[in-house]
């Protein structure tokens, strides 16, 4: 205790000894310096409200760490005359340090080289001069911005593509290195063009006509590049006036912050990616302050840029957000620093005059001490912030990546797993039809049993279906396809489905609406499953006699209104409060439903931005209610596609009405057996993996068609080239090659590319068929699938293969100015016949000849043509050398023997006859005729 009271006398001792020599300290430096401070003068020239923001808060925020300087800030507006005289009231005000953002390098050039030589620093920000007469530069590399553009653009159209370019101001450094680098960015791209180039000015305003004039002498654009945001905007309003908004893409320069900025409107949509230009406020005050104290600096310092597109704009909008909240908050920690310095100051100033006043000398002491160790702590705890906001940006990044993997593994597995359901469900279906169709062997008991386990295994595959479609919703995995519709006639379509049993039940089903045409933009392939769904679920309900109406009409809101209304027994207000929940299957006891319907098809219509809701009473009726904005604004440009494949659900609507035709005794079909006929006249190669699907395959169809089965990909691309079969069934999960790998090698191979080819696949996305289609598959099935559907399918291919074998063997005619056609097959006819017309008339000219020219075998020279055509190569060959004939008859005075000869043929009297059978009248006949 007496230490402590030892030390404590000490200290006070000490402190009331500091505090007299302070005082006299203080009194013989009253009259002395104050802290040494500075002023900026920034003389800057822009109409661009963002950029101005964004460049004063970025300086402000900065500045905050440094209270000595303070910012004078003048704005040109663009002007050049207006700069040079802003920069002349700056240094008359006294400034010490000049940072200048010129207009337009020349013009600003002098003024800034006579600031320079009269001593004063001067630092130009964002442009040069066209000097080196200044103290320190920072900003982007417009020439690497423009190149960043350019390699981004040339990497988004594969390296091919039409460009549209609208310049800044020509004059500017920013416009011509922006504009240059965009040109060595595509220049080791020789498919990329720039097609024309526009004037802007830096402003939305100039771009206009010039551009709609540029499109309309440019249709094929692919891409517009506009030197900053504001005027790529303005060219994504003009695409839209050509209704071109999706099919070209805009890309801008600056990505601002903040609404209307370049985020914002890589956001929304409207921009398809924008090139970063960093305001460079922060550094430029940071670097002010190194050249006023007198440290070292950079002459130059080059500012980094990012490309700013849908895949990072939103981290980046969140990390923006997070550095303005600790902007603010440094704003408030940085004013309450303020009014500490003042009451520092204030006390410094108490404590000169009361000397006095020892003690409270001492404790204004104490006190000083307190509020600069708070400083020390408060900047320690912004270091603290910043470093949390750069752990935490990071974070967000390594959360992203790892979040798509995760989702990206989710769809993985369940389309694997949809794909092991599919395949037994396959084999359960098929084998169960015949045996249903079998009916002299089994009895009416069985032929009961059989049919459960039909639908019930259709009901299974229906629910795996549904269950697939909210694991796609769920994983924001379900991508809408939306195209434009006429819901008069898409509502009709889908109601002829349902025409044939409302007719056998007596059921009242019309259609109704005052409207001719009533366009929305929707999901077709969704949109129909909702509606298939909402009727199924009436006529399970309605009993016969009664009605089911569906009526069209527009709210006073503008919204497309569905009602789907009957008069069945409907339900009670509790269950309705539920109707919409997965699983849930109300009081409706005896309907075989899953409780998936009602709820997926809320999550279509509310995918589309619309709404459904019920009104019902029971015992009286149900009404299902759909809302669907008109438009495509409430869809982002990835949605949208125009013309987009419609995927047949067909194989899903025939199982439905399979099931409700079967409830109400109604099953019957008709077959046609033309194609059956013909027995083993065609020969089909199966390629699928699966043996028991194989076998069931090629003991089903072995019945009309010779079978050839094979579970390797390259094993059936090698019979298909050696033996060329009439048609092939293939699968895509090959376990040797991808199923469309072989599918594009058999139609790309001119040996093979006639022959038909019927995908047959557990793969059901849109996406995969529109990858299978776009492989050049004739078909398209999924599996599990309809035996009959397969069969009807085949004998359509058949069929229409005669139907172009009649028109190509009609159609052979040899004439050497015809044009050649590109497609394969037909191209493969053109060169037959050149290669004939050149030598039918060498009368040693030889089938084996033609197989040379053809590089063909014999096999797959006959196979090819007959399969074209239906004729032999030696029919075509003995036509070519009629119609030689019939041209020289025609069109020279040889005699009959020399036409003989130089068609071809062997003796005159061989080419009499073969002349007279063709044509039914002799060549001299011919002639005078």
């Known amino acids: 205790m007496e230490e402590v009271r030892s030390s404590f006398h000490w200290t006070y001792g000490f402190y009331v000894a500091l505090c007299l020599a302070t005082v006299l300290l203080f009194q013989s430096c009253a009259t002395g310096e104050e802290e040494e401070s500075f002023v900026l003068g920034f003389s800057q020239c822009t109409t661009n409200d963002n950029w101005r923001r964004t460049m004063h808060e970025e300086m402000y925020r900065e500045i905050a760490f440094h209270p000595e300087l303070e910012l004078v800030i003048r704005d040109a507006e663009e002007s050049n005359e207006r700069q040079i005289e802003q920069i002349r009231e700056l240094v008359e005000m006294g400034v010490d340090l000049l940072i200048v953002s010129p207009n337009e390098a020349e013009p600003i050039t002098p003024i800034v080289e006579e600031m320079y030589d009269s001593g004063i620093p001067v630092v130009?920000?964002?442009?040069?001069?066209?000097?080196?007469?200044?103290?320190?530069?920072?900003?982007?590399?417009?020439?690497?911005?423009?190149?960043?553009?350019?390699?981004?653009?040339?990497?988004?159209?594969?390296?091919?593509?039409?460009?549209i370019e609208i310049w800044g101001l020509r004059g500017s450094s920013p416009a011509i290195g922006r504009h240059e680098g965009f040109i060595d960015g595509i220049r080791e791209f020789p498919g990329m063009q720039v097609v024309a180039e526009i004037d802007g000015h830096w402003e939305a305003e100039f771009v206009g006509e010039d551009l709609r004039e540029a499109i309309r002498e440019n249709p094929n654009v692919d891409f517009i590049y506009a030197h900053n945001d504001r005027m790529a905007a303005r060219a994504y309003e003009i695409l839209e006036e050509f209704e071109l908004e999706v099919k070209v893409k805009v890309v801008g320069v600056d990505g601002l912050s903040g609404e209307g900025g370049g985020m914002d409107l890589v956001n929304q949509g409207i921009l398809h990616a924008t090139i970063l230009y960093p305001t460079g406020g922060e550094e430029v005050i940071m670097m002010a302050d190194?050249?006023?104290?007198?440290?070292?600096?950079?002459?130059e310092e080059t500012l980094q840029t990012i490309i700013i597109d849908d895949r990072n704009v939103h981290m980046l909008m969140q990390q923006e957000k997070k550095i303005r909240e600790q902007g603010v908050d440094i704003e408030r920690q940085m004013a309450r620093l303020v009014d500490l310095d003042a009451t520092f100051r204030s006390q410094r100033t108490l404590l000169i005059t009361l000397a006095a006043f020892s003690l409270l000398l001492i404790l204004m002491l104490v006190l000083i001490f307190y509020q600069l160790l708070s400083k020390q702590m408060i900047n320690k705890q912004l270091e603290e912030q910043n470093e949390e906001i750069s752990r935490q940006r990071n974070e967000i990044a390594s959360y992203?990546?790892?979040?798509?993997?995760?989702?990206?593994?989710?769809?993985?597995?369940?389309?694997?797993?949809?794909h092991e359901f599919k395949t037994p469900i396959t084999l359960m279906l098929g084998p169960l039809r015949e045996l249903i169709e079998d009916k002299n062997q089994l009895s009416d008991e069985h032929q009961g049993e059989l049919k459960l386990m039909e639908r019930n295994t259709k009901r299974l595959l229906r629910l795996i279906d549904q269950l697939m479609d909210f694991r796609r919703i769920d994983n924001d995995a379900m991508r809408l396809q939306v195209d434009e519709v006429n819901l008069v006639e898409f509502i009709k379509d889908i109601m002829t489905a349902f025409q044939r049993l409302a007719a056998s039940?007596?059921?009242?089903?019309?259609?109704?609406?005052?409207?001719?045409?009533?366009?929305?933009?929707?999901?077709?392939?969704?949109?129909?499953?909702?509606?298939?769904?909402?009727?199924?679920?009436?006529?399970?309900?309605?009993?016969?006699?009664?009605?089911?109406?569906?009526?069209?009409?527009?709210?006073?809101?503008?919204?497309?209104?569905?009602?789907?209304?009957?008069?069945?027994?409907?339900?009670?207000?509790?269950?309705?409060?539920?109707?919409?929940?997965?699983?849930?299957?109300?009081?409706?006891?005896?309907?075989?439903?899953?409780?998936?319907?009602?709820?997926?098809?809320?999550?279509?219509?509310?995918?589309?931005?619309?709404?459904?809701?019920?009104?019902?009473?029971?015992?009286?009726?149900?009404?299902?209610?759909?809302?669907?904005?008109?438009g495509n604004d409430h869809f982002n440009t990835n949605q949208i596609q125009v013309g987009s494949l419609e995927r047949s659900r067909r194989e899903e609507v025939d199982l439905l009405m399979h099931d409700l035709l079967e409830e109400n005794h109604l099953a019957g079909s008709g077959e046609d057996d033309d194609v059956e006929r013909k027995a083993k006249e065609y020969q089909i190669l199966i390629i699928e993996d699966n043996e028991d699907l194989g076998w069931y395959l090629t003991e089903k169809l072995g019945q009309h068609y010779d079978m050839i089965h094979t579970g390797l990909g390259k094993e059936g691309i090698k019979y298909a080239e050696s033996k060329i079969p009439d048609l092939v069934i293939c699968d895509l999960m090959l376990p040797d090659i991808d199923g469309e790998k072989v599918v594009r090698h058999l139609k790309n191979n001119v040996v093979t590319s006639h022959i038909p080819i019927i995908i047959l696949s557990a793969k059901g996305l849109s996406s995969d068929l529109v990858s299978g289609f776009e492989s050049l598959a004739d078909g398209y099935i999924t599996k599990p699938f309809d035996l009959e559907i397969l069969r009807s399918r085949i004998k359509s291919l058949f069929h229409n293969r005669q139907r172009l074998?009649?028109?190509?063997?009609?159609?052979?005619?040899?004439?050497?100015?015809?044009?050649?056609?590109?497609?394969?097959?037909?191209?493969?006819?053109?060169?037959?016949?050149?290669?004939?017309?050149?030598?039918?008339?060498?009368?040693?000219?030889?089938?084996?000849?033609?197989?040379?020219?053809?590089?063909?075998?014999?096999?797959?020279?006959?196979?090819?043509?007959?399969?074209?055509?239906?004729?032999s190569v030696n029919e075509h060959l003995q036509n070519a050398r009629l119609t030689k004939a019939r041209d020289l008859l025609t069109n020279s005075n040889l005699s009959i023997s020399e036409i003989a000869y130089q068609s071809g043929f062997g003796s005159p009297s061989y080419f009499s006859t073969i002349f007279k059978s063709q044509f039914e009248q002799s060549p001299s006949d011919y002639r005078r005729n």
């Open 290 to 299: 190194e050249i006023l104290h007198h440290r070292s600096f950079p002459k």
């Open 400 to 418: 992203a990546e790892q979040a798509e993997i995760a989702n990206r593994d989710r769809l993985e597995f369940f389309t694997n797993i949809s």
């Open 124 to 163: 130009l920000i964002d442009r040069k001069t066209n000097s080196n007469k200044y103290t320190a530069y920072i900003g982007a590399d417009n020439r690497e911005i423009g190149r960043t553009a350019g390699k981004y653009v040339a990497l988004e159209l594969d390296g091919r593509g039409e460009i």
């Open 805 to 871: 074998r009649e028109y190509f063997s009609s159609e052979l005619v040899f004439d050497v100015n015809r044009k050649r056609s590109q497609r394969t097959d037909l191209e493969f006819l053109d060169k037959l016949k050149h290669c004939l017309l050149e030598s039918c008339h060498d009368p040693g000219f030889q089938i084996s000849d033609i197989c040379s020219e053809m590089h063909l075998s014999r096999v797959q020279l006959y196979r090819k043509v007959k399969a074209l055509t239906g004729l």
């Open 505 to 630: 039940r007596g059921i009242d089903f019309k259609f109704t609406s005052h409207l001719a045409k009533q366009a929305v933009w929707v999901d077709r392939n969704l949109l129909d499953k909702v509606f298939f769904n909402l009727l199924s679920n009436a006529f399970k309900h309605v009993k016969d006699k009664g009605y089911i109406y569906v009526a069209l009409g527009q709210s006073s809101e503008g919204k497309a209104v569905i009602k789907v209304s009957d008069n069945g027994r409907g339900m009670s207000r509790e269950h309705a409060e539920h109707a919409f929940e997965r699983f849930y299957q109300g009081e409706n006891y005896s309907s075989k439903g899953t409780g998936l319907g009602l709820s997926l098809s809320k999550e279509i219509v509310e995918l589309h931005g619309g709404e459904i809701d019920l009104e019902t009473e029971k015992g009286v009726g149900t009404t299902f209610t759909i809302r669907l904005r008109i």
